[in-house]
């Protein structure tokens, strides 16, 4: 029962492939959960999913993760309503678990030096295969324009011609904006175009489909996945001498967004930049920027300094 619900979504709402799979897998462990309950997704009842977001919460699920399935799961229902399948939603009274609104993760600027510094070096003979410079290069796209991840490795070929240095993005739920990018940024672009032939797949199949991308690969779909884009800055994070565990794509975006905005960028520009349908989304970053200004002033300022030597001097 699961599957017409995905399709109706797809068919009808225009849900990406990234949307279907969070709820193809929301509803999966829901239907899981229900089952080790005796019961199964379609029929359940209001207690019955009282239980399974119970169970969630005593294994530790993160907030923001619970309120995500629940989501999902009264969309379910909704559907089956519609559908004449169900005569009741039992999702329709539940409210999830509380959350705060967490403030991102950032780099500092010293840390984003740091890593391309790391993707920059490849031995005396400079970049040691092509691939070693497409890693780059998309480090340079990502934080020139604060891309999200499904942006950047999906960008195709065709948009990176344009006189104007921009790229089209067409991202979350079809919105389309365009991205300026840096001079560095451009100059990789065209670099990694002349080598790019060589990681094309060899199957004339999979080779069609790939030729239309940026960053082509073998895979499913054409191009370079998001999870092989996440190791590789995992381990350009290890060699640059960072954590590995503080740096995903989607941190680089939140620091493209903090950095704009600590050198004096508006926060309606930063808005059209990130993609975000309502600045409100954009506004965590003041909240990360009025945090980081308070704690220097805390341990930089002179009377905090001085404070603090009394303090100890006690």
Same mark, same amino acid.
Not at 59 to 76: D, M, N, V, W
Not at 98 to 113: H, M, N, T, V
Not at 216 to 236: C, I, N, Q, W, Y
């Given at each position: 029962m699961i599957e017409p619900f995905l399709d109706m979504m797809s068919a009808e709402r225009g849900a990406s492939d990234?949307?279907?799979s969070a709820y193809r897998r929301d509803l999966e462990l829901c239907a899981h959960q229900l089952k080790g309950f005796g019961q199964n997704l379609p029929d359940a009842g209001q207690g019955h999913?009282?239980?399974?977001?119970?169970?969630?919460?005593?294994?530790?699920?993160?907030?923001?993760?619970?309120?995500?399935?629940?989501?999902?799961?009264?969309?379910?229902?909704?559907?089956?309503?519609?559908?004449?399948?169900?005569?009741?939603?039992?999702a329709k009274n539940l409210s999830g678990p509380?959350?705060?609104?967490?403030?991102?993760?950032?780099?500092?600027?010293?840390?984003?030096?740091a890593l391309f510094r790391a993707a920059e070096f490849q031995g005396a003979d400079g970049y040691d295969a092509p691939r070693d410079?497409?890693?780059?290069?998309?480090?340079?796209?990502?934080?020139?324009?604060?891309?999200?991840? +499904?942006? %950047?490795?999906?960008?195709?070929?065709?948009?990176?011609?344009?006189?104007? #240095?921009? =790229?089209? !993005? @067409?991202?979350k739920g079809g919105k389309e904006r365009l991205v300026p990018l840096?001079?560095?940024?451009?100059?990789?672009?065209?670099?990694?175009?002349?080598?790019?032939?060589?990681?094309?797949?060899?199957?004339?199949i999979a080779k069609v489909r790939a030729e239309k991308y940026?960053?082509?690969?073998? +895979?499913? %779909?054409?191009?370079?996945?998001?999870?092989?884009?996440?190791?590789?800055? #995992?381990? =350009?994070? !290890? @060699?640059?001498?960072?954590d590995p565990a503080k740096i995903s794509p989607h941190v680089l975006r939140h620091a493209f967004a903090t950095h704009l905005l600590a050198r004096g960028a508006d926060l309606r520009s930063v808005q059209k930049l990130l993609g975000?349908?309502?600045i409100s989304t954009t506004q965590i970053y003041t909240h990360v920027l009025n945090g980081r200004l308070k704690?220097?002033?805390?341990?930089?300022h002179p009377l905090a300094r001085a404070t603090k030597s009394n303090v100890e001097s006690l």
């Open positions: 990234n949307t279907i999913l009282e239980a399974v977001l119970a169970a969630w919460v005593n294994e530790g699920l993160a907030t923001s993760t619970a309120a995500r399935r629940l989501s999902s799961i009264k969309q379910y229902y909704k559907y089956l309503q519609i559908e004449g399948l169900r005569e009741d939603s039992p509380k959350q705060g609104r967490p403030l991102p993760k950032i780099l500092s600027e010293a840390d984003i030096d410079y497409r890693l780059y290069c998309q480090l340079e796209i990502l934080y020139a324009g604060g891309l999200r991840v +499904s942006e %950047l490795v999906a960008i195709p070929l065709a948009e990176t011609s344009r006189r104007d #240095k921009c =790229l089209f !993005i @067409k991202g840096t001079k560095k940024a451009v100059n990789a672009i065209k670099a990694w175009k002349k080598m790019r032939e060589v990681t094309l797949p060899t199957n004339a940026l960053f082509p690969s073998g +895979s499913k %779909l054409g191009h370079v996945t998001r999870e092989h884009f996440a190791k590789s800055l #995992k381990r =350009l994070a !290890i @060699k640059a001498g960072l975000h349908a309502d704690e220097l002033v805390n341990t930089v």
